[in-house]
């Protein structure tokens, strides 16, 4: 096979399509692939460039192929789909990648490491582990209201509410109630363990990873937010500056400017909405801390302080988590911590 093709590669879990074209833009590969063919078949390639949407399985991909000495560039869909040509199939998604992956101005996705998937694991993990003790919490609380037993939130509540189903001291509840309860509260045990012993193995890759820490020093950012930003931005030079990160995460607001007339409306929600919520999460803290007006306050803070006796509450939580995405790029670009105080 001739070398320098370019070549799109529609990836599934079963079914692979493939189209490449040489030098001159002239098809020359046009074929369906099995997972297992998919290997050996780029193993007989010359070195070429080869573009993947950036999906499920994509980064697996991308080591594999990239070990046989091809060149993987990995896509956002969004940006692949307006190439596709007329009807929907395998084959004009595959020409459509090609086609895609040539254009100058297309943005690409870094190919994550195993390192860094394994820790996305984690904090998936967390994050499911928390939904499903919500979900569990508000059933309890749900279903002891139907018999008018009620409890202040918060943690104290629902222990104070486990207690009493489990001691046998809640009022007008039936033994069969009693039972099924005792189902939902052993699972809430169990996911409340379980997310506890996620949230340590995050702990312990963050105090061995050197950027991890350094982003930590940010005031409203945590173990859990650092480790999530430093193993989703691979690498902060894909993005010219901190406004650039902050628009990736979805931190700004969305546009609808058209004829010389700037329409600027609610934050854009793109990017990943994990860690926009753990930002968006850290600034509410940040303007908690703020609150209190203690003396000697990082200039982050006393931002954040000035911003929210100005603007409603969560305007100013998103401003600030924004700021925060921006000191986050500085800080991984440049390799410095955060400094508190600033000289005027």
């Known amino acids: 096979m001739q070398p320098n093709m370019t070549i799109g590669l529609d990836i599934a879990k079963h079914v692979f399509q493939v189209h490449a074209v040489d030098a001159a833009g002239a098809i020359v590969i046009r074929r369906k692939l099995r997972r297992s063919e998919l290997l050996t078949f780029f193993e007989g390639l010359g070195p070429s460039l080869v573009g993947i949407e950036a999906c499920a ?13 091809h060149q993987v560039k990995l896509m956002p869909p969004a940006y692949v789909k307006p190439y596709v040509k007329r009807q929907k199939n395998d084959a004009a998604d595959a020409a459509a990648i090609c086609e895609a992956v040539s254009r100058p101005s297309m943005r690409f996705v870094p190919v994550k490491e195993v390192d860094q998937q394994g820790v996305l694991v984690l904090h998936r993990t967390r994050d499911l582990l928390i939904r499903q003790r919500t979900m569990l919490i508000n059933a309890l609380r749900a279903h002891l209201a139907e018999f008018g037993i009620i409890m202040r939130q918060g943690r104290a509540g629902v222990a104070v509410l486990m207690a009493s189903v489990e001691e ?11 039972a099924a309860l005792m189902s939902l509260i052993a699972q809430l045990r169990d996911a409340h363990a379980r997310a506890n012993d996620v949230e340590r193995e995050i702990l312990t890759w963050h105090r061995n990873d050197e950027r991890s820490r350094r982003l930590e020093t940010i005031p409203g950012v945590g173990p859990i937010t650092a480790s999530a930003v430093v193993a989703t931005v691979t690498d902060p030079s894909m993005f010219a500056s901190g406004r ?33 919520r753990l930002l968006v999460v850290g600034a509410h803290s940040v303007l908690r801390i703020a609150r209190s007006k203690k003396p000697g306050q990082s200039n982050l803070i006393n931002w954040g302080s000035e911003l929210a006796a100005r603007k409603p509450y969560k305007l100013a939580a998103v401003a600030l988590a924004n700021k925060m995405a921006r000191i986050v790029w500085a800080l991984m670009a440049k390799n410095e911590v955060y400094r508190r105080q600033m000289p005027a």
């Open 57 to 69: 399985t994509a980064h697996h991909w991308a080591r594999s192929i990239m070990a046989l000495g």
């Open 168 to 178: 046998g001291k809640a009022e007008h509840l039936p033994e069969l109630a009693r």
């Open 244 to 276: 650039e990160l902050a628009a990736w995460i979805g931190l700004v607001p969305r546009q609808s400017s058209s004829g010389g007339k700037e329409r600027l409306g609610r934050i854009s929600k793109k990017g990943d909405p994990y860690v926009r």
